[in-house]
């Protein structure tokens, strides 16, 4: 029962894309013109530089990767960011640098970062053929002790994009310690994804160890979802892994793959759930000019629905409900749900469950029939004070 009503809880979370979006914030756009830069190339696999390009327009911080075509501009821009370094080999078309020997750790000098240049060199011609060598990736070598996290996305054939989260770095696949969720996210499904998995213990702290900043990865969570419903073209995503530290955040490394160019709009995966919808929600100023804000209901709304239904006459209940309903009954939970689907799902163009006929019905209160006049004027007769 404790898990049935958790997950219940988890269903009246609605989500808004709109709630990490600043004024003026132009990530989407940004992010779009890169991906179809890529698709125009003919290309589905994005390189390093590109994806955490794009995790920084969402917001989520990335550890500085700068392109080196040669031996000295990789000693240069080493110079630079500042010893020691990380050289990484930069290519279009491989996927996981460690497998061909593409990754160079900790060099402290520039004898070490050109002997690094030319193994990288090598390794992929021998491993990978020598039209995919395109250079090196020069980073700041990070020595902030932490928790290697693992945040990704894949497209499931039924649900649309699917969110991971969990204990990431090398050993991810021995781990296993991970859990699910479908986008978008607010903070409280963020919350509730890291407790899922046995890693979210160690982040508050464990053995002496500072804990991690649970708030700012929450709010990673929540931008990385957003990336992934504003973004349909991507069809798989990691950010492996995502060094967590009482310091701060970090993606030490990312990849991204996009669906085949030729696909059709219509066929991309969208999310399971719909966001809230933002776009409905408008100001208005009543005659006397008093401002409203106007908007979609909100599983939140219950108490204030309760209130409403609280200074309601017995005449408008009469005319909602067409026979008098206690205060109880109108405001059981069950019901409440039952009248929000109700305008979710209107009927015969009107905005509830009632047909145009019986609407205009009640409306034209003088052709009540017999019967309805008697049932009108014992409702009058229940009021408060009557």
Not at 194 to 216: C, W, Y
Not at 258 to 278: C, F, N
Request: glycine fraction near 8%.
């Amino acid at each position: 029962m404790w898990l049935y009503s958790y997950n219940l809880r988890g269903l009246y979370e609605m989500p808004s894309l709109a709630e990490e979006v600043q004024e003026g914030d132009d990530s989407c756009e940004a992010v779009a013109r890169i991906i179809e830069s890529v698709r125009r190339n003919g290309r589905t696999l994005l390189t390093e530089a590109e994806s955490k390009q794009i995790l920084g327009r969402y917001g989520i911080p990335t550890v500085d990767t700068r392109v080196a075509r040669s031996q000295d501009e990789a000693v240069a821009l080493a110079r630079a960011i500042g010893l020691p370094i990380v050289v990484k080999v930069h290519s279009e078309m491989i996927t996981h640098k460690a497998d061909v020997g593409g990754v160079k750790l900790n060099l402290a000098d520039e004898d070490a970062i050109r002997r690094a240049y030319r193994e990288i060199e090598a390794s992929m011609h021998e491993k990978a053929g020598i039209d995919r060598f395109q250079g090196v990736t020069v980073q700041p070598m990070v020595s902030l002790e932490g928790f290697e996290l693992i945040l990704g996305s894949s497209v499931d054939p039924q649900f649309g994009p699917v969110i991971l989260f969990g204990s990431g770095g090398q050993r991810v696949e021995i781990y296993r310690d991970r859990a699910l969720a479908l986008p978008p996210m607010n903070a409280t499904l963020a919350q509730r994804l890291m407790e899922q998995t046995h890693i979210f213990s160690a982040l508050k702290g464990v053995r002496g160890r500072a804990p991690v900043d649970i708030n700012a990865l929450e709010r990673v969570i929540v931008r990385f979802s957003r990336l992934i419903v504003e973004q349909p073209w991507i069809k798989e995503i990691d950010i492996n892994p995502l060094l967590a530290s009482s310091s701060g955040l970090l993606a030490l490394d990312a990849r991204i793959v996009l669906h085949v160019t030729d696909t059709p709009l219509e066929r991309l995966p969208t999310a399971a759930i719909r966001p809230y919808p933002t776009q409905y929600v408008g100001e208005w100023k009543t005659k006397t000019g008093t401002p409203v804000l106007i908007r979609p209901i909100r599983p939140e709304d219950e108490p204030l629905m309760v209130k409403f239904h609280e200074g309601l006459s017995n005449d408008s209940v009469f005319l909602r409900y067409f026979h008098m309903v206690s205060l109880d009954e109108r405001v059981a939970h069950a019901r409440l749900i039952a009248a929000l689907l109700h305008r979710l799902r209107p009927r015969n163009g009107a905005g509830c469950g009632f047909s145009k006929s019986r609407i205009r019905r009640a409306r034209d209160s003088g052709r009540r029939s017999a019967h309805q006049n008697a049932r009108w004027a014992r409702s009058r007769s229940c009021g408060p004070g009557n």
